[in-house]
């Protein structure tokens, strides 16, 4: 499956898809199953946590370092190094860099305190 080839050094919860094929939709007037597919690579980098049950649909790029937390679902869209990403959809809740570069957490980062810390 071309979606895994990309994939380094990695930690996926319980529960996590990936998928790299969707369904065509943009003719109202046929039949969505006789629409066909539509494939689009994901990418993920090095150093990433997916938390259970995130989903990660086609096109997704997943840069290093990244968290994303669980349940959350990632969208086509290129997701920076380091972010904490949460949500449907997903969207960047801190950063890694911050808590990283500061010694500890920040104000930006209070949200992922529970993640960070167990």
Known sequence: ???????TTYCFGPGVKIWSVNHVYDDPHRLITEQGFEQKRVVIGSNVWIGANAFIMPGARICHGVVICAGS??????????AVMA???ARK???????????????ENTAIRKILTT
């Open 1 to 7: 499956m071309e979606a895994w080839r990309s994939v």
């Open 73 to 82: 679902v990632v969208g086509a869209r290129i997701v920076e190094p380091y």
């Open 87 to 89: 949500g449907n959809p």
């Open 93 to 107: 809740i801190g950063s890694r860099l911050s808590v990283a570069e500061n010694g500890g957490l920040t104000a």
